[in-house]
């Protein structure tokens, strides 16, 4: 599937000639990080190319909630105002400003030149006091190029008896049923997520995909919670931390002797295969954190740890 971002799933499902039912296209399409334009062209080409005419009203329906929950985001229909926020370098919130009609605050956001939302809020207090903005009627966020990434409201409603003829064997919706999909990656592969560059190693997958897919199947798992469980080295922190990634957003890091994380994460992988050691993680560690602060240590190397 041309869509999925990793090239490394990529070329092991055409390894395998794997082919996605139309179901479970769209359940990939509707859960991708891709612009809502995008999404909506890519739901058309399923409508046009499928012969499940319960796959095509599910679809039609997506489409016409995203178009309902936009145009419910612009009109006033209570006395509203729109926020608009931004992430700054350090990567906090920042307020821009509040706006009369979404019009004006989308004209800002795209004047801004960065990703940026737009939250609409009903004023509970006419005379704007402490606290007037209390309640949350929807948002929609932009990317720099002013393509809408998500979007929400609270005044579209759900058509609850729809909502249950939505919903498959094990009661998922179409954007929460489980899909599988093989991918290349084992217990210990140093992987990169491709959204961040963070690097780190696969703590997950014992006994390859289809082992996975078995167990992801007895817990009845959905969408959003088959991911692989990832030992992630912070390079910003110097720590390491747990993650869960799609597969589908990770790749083979390929790192070199050259690149300044590569000995921490062979250190970890060592320590998850039980080969390693908890003085040479420490030790890798510390020579990381000396390259990184680019500070004059001294380093005895005839006690360094083997691997």
Same mark, same amino acid.
């Given at each position: 599937?041309?869509l999925? +971002?990793?090239?490394?799933?990529?070329?092991?499902?055409?390894?395998?000639?794997? @082919?996605?039912? /139309?179901?479970d296209?769209?359940? %990939?399409?509707?859960?991708?990080?891709? +612009?809502?334009?995008?999404?909506?062209?890519?739901?058309?080409?399923i409508?046009?190319?499928?012969?499940?005419?319960?796959?095509?009203?599910?679809?039609?329906?997506? @489409? @016409?909630?995203?178009?309902?929950?936009?145009?419910?985001?612009?009109?006033?229909?209570?006395?509203?105002?729109?926020?608009?926020?931004?992430? =700054?370098?350090?990567e !906090?919130? !920042?307020?821009?400003?509040l706006?009369?009609?979404?019009e004006?605050?989308?004209?800002?956001? /795209?004047?801004?030149?960065?990703?940026?939302?737009?939250?609409?809020?009903?004023?509970?207090?006419?005379?704007?006091?402490?606290?007037?903005?209390?309640?949350d009627l929807?948002y929609?966020?932009? $990317?720099?190029?002013?393509k809408?990434?998500?979007?929400?409201?609270?005044?579209?409603?759900?058509?609850?008896? &729809?909502? /249950?003829?939505? &919903?498959?064997?094990?009661?998922?919706?179409? &954007?929460?049923?489980y899909v599988?999909?093989?991918?290349?990656?084992?217990?210990?592969?140093?992987?990169?997520?491709?959204?961040?560059?963070?690097?780190?190693v696969?703590?997950?997958?014992?006994?390859?995909?289809?082992?996975e897919?078995?167990?992801?199947?007895?817990? =009845?798992?959905d *969408?959003?919670?088959?991911?692989? =469980?990832? &030992?992630?080295?912070?390079?910003? $922190?110097?720590?390491?931390?747990?993650?869960?990634?799609?597969?589908?957003?990770?790749?083979?890091? =390929?790192?070199?002797?050259? /690149?300044?994380? *590569?000995?921490?994460?062979?250190?970890?992988?060592?320590?998850?295969?039980?080969?390693?050691?908890l003085?040479?993680?420490?030790?890798a560690?510390?020579? *990381? %954190?000396?390259?990184?602060?680019?500070?004059k240590?001294?380093?005895?190397?005839? *006690?360094?740890?083997?691997?």
């Amino acid at each position: 599937m041309e869509l999925i +971002p990793s090239k490394d799933v990529r070329a092991y499902l055409d390894s395998l000639g794997w @082919k996605f039912s /139309d179901q479970d296209r769209a359940t %990939m399409i509707l859960n991708l990080r891709m +612009p809502e334009s995008d999404i909506c062209l890519e739901l058309d080409k399923i409508m046009k190319e499928t012969e499940d005419q319960k796959l095509k009203t599910k679809l039609q329906s997506r @489409k @016409k909630h995203k178009e309902a929950t936009l145009e419910a985001l612009k009109k006033i229909k209570c006395p509203c105002v729109y926020l608009v926020t931004h992430y =700054n370098e350090d990567e !906090e919130i !920042e307020e821009d400003g509040l706006f009369a009609t979404f019009e004006l605050a989308k004209q800002f956001g /795209d004047s801004q030149h960065v990703e940026y939302v737009i939250e609409k809020k009903r004023i509970l207090d006419a005379e704007l006091k402490e606290g007037y903005l209390e309640t949350d009627l929807g948002y929609v966020c932009y $990317s720099e190029d002013g393509k809408i990434w998500s979007l929400s409201s609270y005044e579209v409603e759900y058509d609850e008896e &729809e909502d /249950d003829e939505d &919903e498959d064997e094990n009661g998922r919706s179409l &954007e929460d049923r489980y899909v599988v999909i093989p991918h290349p990656f084992q217990y210990g592969d140093i992987v990169r997520d491709i959204r961040d560059g963070t690097c780190g190693v696969i703590y997950t997958a014992k006994g390859g995909w289809e082992a996975e897919d078995e167990w992801f199947r007895e817990l =009845n798992q959905d *969408y959003s919670c088959s991911v692989l =469980n990832v &030992e992630m080295f912070y390079e910003d $922190s110097c720590s390491v931390g747990h993650d869960h990634i799609k597969s589908v957003y990770l790749e083979f890091a =390929n790192l070199t002797e050259d /690149d300044d994380q *590569y000995e921490v994460l062979q250190m970890i992988q060592a320590l998850m295969m039980g080969e390693g050691t908890l003085d040479s993680f420490n030790f890798a560690l510390e020579l *990381y %954190m000396a390259r990184k602060d680019k500070c004059k240590v001294v380093l005895d190397y005839k *006690y360094r740890p083997k691997k």
